[in-house]
Structures are given as C-alpha cells and as structure tokens.
C-alpha cells in the first residue's frame, strides 16, 4: 500500500476559491486567474503517491506552491479540493480531534526557520510533541534524550535554543519530529536556512537517519543538488502544478519540458553520473583464442594503441599495448606474458567526480570491472563529454 | 448646518431615566455591591497591616523585580508617605487602583485573546476601545453616578472604562506577536487550540501583557483625582482638597503622593514583564 496517496490536491487562495477552483477545471492558467478575479492559485491539482520508506523531494522554486502543498498534507492549510490519504485514511474528511491524532501518531514536521519555542530548553522543545499527548513528564523526558542522543545533541538538554547555532537549532527540530515515532517525516525546506557545510552534513544524516529509522520522508526544497541527493524520487513544481515526477537520473535525461531542462541545465553532472553511464563496451581480445597478430589488427582498426584484454569468461586480465603486442609477434612469446596490470579499474557505480582526477593521470583508459567481469572502458574523452552532454546524448553521438 | 434636528439629548435622557435606571437598577445594585465589598476588603486589609510590614514588603518586590535602586526608591517613597501623614490616604489609592486594574486584567485579557483569534470579535472591540479611550471621562461620570451612586464603586468603574484598553490591546498584540512558524510548528505536532494558547502563545505573550498592564496601573492612577470627585477616597481626595482651599502645599503634598506610588509600581511591573 501506498505511504502518503495525494490526488488532485488543489489550493486557491482568495474570497471565493470554489469559483477559482472551477476555473482551474476549465484549464485557466494561474496568472490568468489572478488577473481575473485576483485569487491566487496555491497548488493546482497536484497528484502524487510516495511509497513507505521512500524519501520523496517536491523541488520548485519560491512561489510555486510547495510550501502551501507540504502543507496541505497536513491540513495546517485547509485544502480547497482534493484529497490526501495516508495509510488509508482520508486525511481531507477527517474531523478535527482524528486529524489531531493523526498529527500526533503519524506526522513528524521539521521547519525551514525551526520554529522552536523560544520559552522552552532544548529538552522540553523535543518532548513537546509527547507532552501534547499528555505523555508522563518522566517518560517523554526519557524519549527526547534518546533522540537528542541520535541527533548528536546530548550534554545540550538544558540550552535555550536562542543559544544555539542554526546547525544545532535545526538538530532539535529534527529530534522533536522524531520522538513522536512518526511514520512520516515532512520537511519544508528543512536544510534550507543553514550554511554549505552544515547544510550538507544535515543532508548526510538525515540519509543515515533515514537508512536506520526507515521513515518515509516528504521534503522541500529550492535546492536541485539537495534534491538530487536526497530524492528517491522527485517531483519538480511550477506555478502550483507538478510538471514532472522521477529518479533524479530521470529528470536529468529527459526533462519533461523547457522549464525542468532550464533547472536541470547547471545541475554538476559529476555528481550524478556514474562509471556506468558513460563507458563504452571495448574491443577486447580473448586469452584463449587470440594471439599478437589479431591484438594489432584490431588495434589498427580501432585507431587505438593498447587493447584490453579478458578470458574466455569475459574477466578482466589485462592491458595489451601495441609495443608490447608487436614484440610478442617478434619473440614468439604468449600475450598473456606481455599484460599489463597497472591499469586503474573502478566499480560501475563510482561517480564520475571520483574519475576525473585519475583519468588526469593515466594515459590509458579506466577499466570498469564488476566482480571480476570487464563490464566497459571509460576514456578521457567520455568522461569530459559525459560532463557536458548527459549520458544519453553522448550515447547518441557514439552511435551516430 | 442644522439641515435636521437629532434630539440626542432627550433621546438619551429618556432611555436612561426612563428605562435603564428603572429596568437595571437590581442588576446594578448588586454590582455595586460587590465591587464595593471588593474594594472595603482590599481598603481594610491595607491599612490593617502596619505601614512597616508593607513597606518591607514592597521593598523586597521591588528588589526581586526590578533590582536594587528601585529598592532604595521604594524604601525612601514609603518614607515619604508616611512622613507627611498620607499612609492611609495611600492605602486607599491603592487599594482602588489594584481593584480596577484586577477588573480591567480579568475583563480585557480574555477579550483580547479572542480579538487576536477572531477578526469579527476584533473588528467589534476595536472602536469600543476607541470610544472608550476617547470619550471625555466627565461624559461618563454622569452615568456612573446615576447607575452606582457616589463613592469607590463609580470610581472603580470609570477607572476600569478608561484604563482597560491597554490590557486589551496589548493581550492582542502579544498574541499576535508570537511568531508565526512557532504556532505552525506546535499545530503540526497536533496541539488542540487550548494546548496551543496555554502552552505557546499565552507564555509568548506574557511581556506584552505586563506591558499592558503596567499601562493599565498608570492610566488607574492618573484617574486618582477625577475619581475623588465623585466621592472616592485616597490621595485624589487630599490634592482636591488642597484645590478648593487654594492650599498649594496640601495639593503638592498629594500629588507627589500619587508620582511615588506611579513609580514603585510602574518599576515594579516593568521588571516583573522582563522577567515573565
């Protein structure tokens, strides 16, 4: 079963939003309807469903309506049309005791400017969601320092988060929204407010977090790098409307439109792509059955000077040069003498930012090997035009 | 500009002789009553307690609050009103102020809660709070005289229409204040809307509300004199007297009367807010 099922999720903002709302049907654009009856669109039938354990990213720039749709998930914003259904349950019917207890049990919400209580210490800031239920105070003092302990924050219990770094503040949200036990993570541009560095060290635990906890994590960002990162899946927002829903390797390969490609257009594609999206499938020469003869036949057909060379079950053995294959010829001696061992070799998932600095180095190509299998060959070449074309094009232009 | 006429003085006057005076009397005599049971009680208690006890007392607040010099002022103050032979007439003072500012804390903090949590309710409060703030207070003493008679229970009465606004402008403002994602964040964490006043927004407010009503002690005490012009007791009584007599002594001896005890309590209060 689906974690969180979201269907046709519709927000107008304004005096009459079921007029809006009509309006949306019709195929009105926002700014239409803006100019028309000067009501704002929040989210215009926005559709998604995100599997248990999945961390599903929702990326857009200000003003496109993320904010209001993590939002509308939880009814801190009362949804004009649509609907949400978590495990099942209709979030959009419920009355207000059950939706508060589908606040307390299930969602665990993580803010952009933390939104901790200034009157509280760090300790009673993440035992509140527990002191809402009416949790013993000795209890839920007991859970809020076993997640301060998993945030990294133990020792700082009595500190006023005004005393606090946003690193740190952030880490007592992010406990407070984990000592519920929440299925569902929601984060609003949770990272957002923090520095680089920190920013990423947040990212890198809230992947670990995630890998140990196992939440299903809904998170929003401006960021398309954080996005790439941290996104099982993605879905990219404009204007209120979801233009498209994949892996990151989907929306960087085929973008569904001007807009999405213009977003994607600057993305660092070395940290995305990996060995096995640019390498090629080499010539190879078999042990068994070929000698130097055919090693500088096809040599010269390739244009190259060294071959790689495998056994009959396509393992790796080695690298043949030209020198060495022309002196085999002439000393009658078995290539597998000649090979050389001293090629890099890297595993097919490597990303490609790991490749630059040694395909910089070596004047033969990376050997890409997989349990032992030669699975392709990546070239200086590759490596760059990958940089700059994407996978797919590069591809393209080997075939055509 | 008489282009018609708009009787509102005989309007006026038959409504209220003809039927609020009439119909409300039983329902004022008991508030009048009360408040005025209210008042004794507080009046009697203060000056049953030697003036040294309560001097003690006030000493160690101001201390406790607002630190050592406001300490100092308060110790010399109590001096003062006891020196020149006020310390029952000061008693009084208080005794009136803390009742209306009691009145005006129990009326005007709910309703500012509920104006900052309701536009309907707010936009209804406000212009009351308008005219009350505005409306000249001799306008009103007429009215409260008919409807309680003389003595502390108009005073208390006028005292509160004119010295609550602030208590409950300031409730709204300081609920208002709190900032946005922290309300957000204690909703999604599942907080009722009482968990939600009580736990975040009434705590986030508390130093706007002192704020309030400190505002509210000071505009009391500013009423001390017009109250004693319809029969209230205390200080306002001493520098009236003093008015009459054309004795520039007397009133002086008064007012300042009524600066030392503005001071104590508007530091006292102040640091109380800051600490809160």
């Given amino acids: 079963m689906k974690k969180i099922e979201v269907n046709k999720l519709t927000k107008v903002f304004g005096p009459h939003p079921k007029q809006g709302l009509k309006l949306l049907k019709d195929g009105k654009k926002k700014d239409e309807i803006l100019a028309d009856t000067g009501m704002t669109v929040g989210v215009n039938q926005a559709s998604f469903s995100v599997e248990p354990g999945e961390i599903f990213v929702i990326m857009g720039l200000s003003g496109s309506g993320k904010s209001t749709l993590i939002r509308l998930i939880n009814r801190l914003i009362e949804p004009t049309d649509g609907e949400v259904i978590i495990d099942g349950e209709n979030i959009t019917k419920m009355d207000k005791q059950s939706l508060i207890e589908t606040r307390r049990k299930k969602l665990g919400m993580v803010f952009q400017k933390f939104g901790l209580l200034p009157h509280r210490n760090v300790l009673q800031n993440v035992a509140y969601g527990l002191e809402l239920q009416n949790v013993s105070k000795q209890e839920r003092e007991e859970r809020a320092k076993k997640t301060l302990i998993d945030v990294g924050l133990q020792g700082y219990e009595d500190s006023m988060p005004s005393q606090l770094s946003g690193g740190m503040q952030q880490r007592v949200g992010l406990a407070r929204a984990l000592t519920n036990d929440p299925d569902i993570l929601l984060m609003d541009e949770a990272f957002s407010a923090l520095d680089p560095i920190i920013r990423t060290e947040m990212q890198d635990e809230l992947l670990k977090l995630q890998h140990r906890l196992n939440k299903t994590v809904l998170f929003i960002t401006h960021d398309l790098d954080e996005a790439l990162k941290l996104g099982d899946r993605i879905a990219i927002m404009k204007d209120g409307q979801i233009v498209q829903i994949g892996t990151a390797e989907q929306i960087l390969e085929n973008p569904a439109n001007d807009y999405v490609s213009q977003f994607v257009k600057d993305v660092d594609r070395s940290k995305i792509l990996e060995a096995s999206h640019v390498m090629k499938k080499p010539k190879v020469l078999t042990t068994d059955k070929d000698g130097p003869n055919m090693a500088i036949r096809k040599m010269e057909e390739v244009g190259a000077s060294s071959i790689f060379v495998v056994d009959r079950d396509d393992n790796f053995q080695g690298l043949l040069t030209i020198d060495d294959a022309i002196r085999s010829h002439k000393e009658h001696l078995p290539i597998t003498e000649m090979l050389r061992d001293d090629v890099h070799t890297t595993a097919p998932n490597t990303p490609l930012d790991d490749l630059i600095g040694i395909a910089a180095d070596t004047k033969y190509p990376i050997a890409v090997v997989e349990e032992g299998v030669l699975c392709g060959i990546i070239s200086r070449v590759s490596i760059l035009s990958g940089l700059v074309l994407g996978k797919e094009k590069d591809n393209e232009g080997a075939t055509s | ?276």
């Fill in chain 2, 1 to 276: 500009m008489n282009y018609f006429q708009l009787p509102l003085e005989e309007w006026t006057n038959t409504f209220v002789d003809g039927w609020l005076i009439p119909t409300t009397s039983g329902l004022f005599d008991q508030i009048s009553e009360w408040i005025a049971a209210f008042i004794n009680g507080v009046t009697d208690l203060l000056i049953m307690i030697p003036p040294e006890i309560i001097t003690i007392l006030l000493v160690l607040l101001a201390w406790k609050t607002a630190g050592k010099g406001v300490a100092v002022f308060t110790l010399i103050g109590c001096f003062y009103l006891g020196s020149v032979a006020l310390w029952p007439e000061s008693m009084q003072t208080l005794a009136i102020v803390l009742v209306s500012t009691l009145i005006s804390v129990i009326f005007g903090v709910p309703i500012g809660i509920l104006s900052a949590m309701n536009s309907v309710v707010d936009r209804i409060v406000k212009p009351i709070l308008d005219f009350m703030q505005t409306l000249p207070i001799f306008v009103y003493l007429i009215p409260a005289i008919l409807l309680f008679g003389l003595g502390g229970v108009p005073a208390v009465i006028a005292t509160f229409v004119f010295a609550a606004p602030p208590a409950v402008r300031m409730t709204n403002l300081g609920i208002k204040q709190v900032p946005e994602e922290v309300v957000e964040a204690s909703r999604a964490f599942g907080s009722t809307p009482k968990q939600l006043l009580f736990k975040v927004q009434l705590p986030l407010a508390i130093p706007t509300i002192m704020a309030g009503v400190n505002q509210t002690i000071m505009l009391a005490l500013s009423m001390a004199v017009v109250a004693s012009m319809i029969g209230a007791p205390g200080l306002g009584d001493t520098v009236l007297t003093g008015i009459s007599t054309v004795n520039v002594g007397l009133g002086l001896t008064g007012g300042l009367g009524i600066v030392v005890i503005a001071i104590i309590l508007d530091r006292i209060t102040q640091g109380l807010g800051k600490k809160l």
